[in-house]
T-cell receptor, first 116, second 117 residues
Framework: GNSVTQMEGPVTLSEEAFLTINCTYTATGYPSLFWYVQYPGEGLQLLLKATKADDKGSNKGFEATYRKETTSFHLEKGSVQVSDSAVYFCALSAGDYGGSQGNLIFGKGTKLSVKP | GAVVSQHPSRVICKSGTSVKIECRSLDFQATTMFWYRQFPKQSLMLMATSNEGSKATYEQGVEKDKFLINHASLTLSTLTVTSAHPEDSSFYIC?????????????FGPGTRLTVL
């Protein structure tokens, strides 16, 4: 079946450090891949996405590249800020919205804490 | 932007009682709402998908008679946990999708922490 595995947290970094949060997936067919972020006390927000192999999603300085050969979608940011402290979820959608009813499969989440 | 609220944010109840959780889309109409459940240090698991005016579609293994979902309007869906037991204690999260939107247009609520004593 479809699944998502992401690195366990928590991850603690100093401001301006480089961030990588690993995410690998198992899926049949050609899934779309997502990173969601949840800031304290708020709902999940879509951070970035990629819908096909070699696509790069980017937003707010974060990037992730859809690697079909390694079934990975690692999240990276070159210089983190205190305001990036949040929980990050990797997710996949295995079908079109009309077919799968928007069924998102999530990883367990990785908590990031950035210290000044 | 699109905002989804949930009420209550936390609820503690006694075993055997029923608890209702509301999910509202505040500034948009949501034809589809999703209910997820998250155990500590686990993934969000989709419980059910509800479309306005029709019966919810439940994921395999989710008891529809225990988790009653009502999506009576385009801005409100409710999840009722009936005869709650301690094993139902969890974090319940809803999301709402814009009419005609794809997976990436799901907007998530902040979640409801249910504790059953």
């Amino acid at each position: 079946g479809n699944s998502v595995t992401q690195m366990e947290g928590p991850v603690t970094l100093s401001e301006e450090a480089f961030l990588t949060i690993n995410c690998t997936y198992t899926a049949t067919g050609y899934p779309s891949l997502f990173w969601y972020v949840q800031y304290p006390g708020e709902g999940l927000q879509l951070l970035l996405k990629a819908t096909k192999a070699d696509d790069k999603g980017s937003n707010k300085g974060f990037e992730a590249t859809y690697r079909k050969e390694t079934t990975s979608f690692h999240l990276e940011k070159g210089s983190v800020q205190v305001s990036d402290s949040a929980v990050y979820f990797c997710a996949l959608s295995a079908g079109d919205y009309g077919g799968s009813q928007g069924n998102l499969i999530f990883g367990k989440g990785t908590k990031l804490s950035v210290k000044p | 932007g699109a905002v989804v609220s949930q009420h209550p944010s936390r609820v503690i109840c006694k075993s055997g009682t029923s608890v209702k959780i509301e999910c509202r889309s505040l500034d948009f109409q949501a034809t589809t709402m999703f209910w997820y459940r998250q155990f500590p240090k686990q993934s969000l698991m989709l419980m059910a998908t509800s479309n306005e005016g029709s019966k919810a579609t439940y994921e395999q293994g989710v008891e529809k008679d225990k988790f009653l979902i009502n999506h009576a309007s385009l801005t409100l869906s409710t999840l009722t946990v009936t005869s709650a037991h301690p094993e139902d204690s969890s974090f319940y999260i809803c999301s709402a999708s814009l009419a005609g939107g794809g997976t990436d247009t799901q907007y998530f609520g902040p979640g409801t922490r249910l504790t059953v004593l």
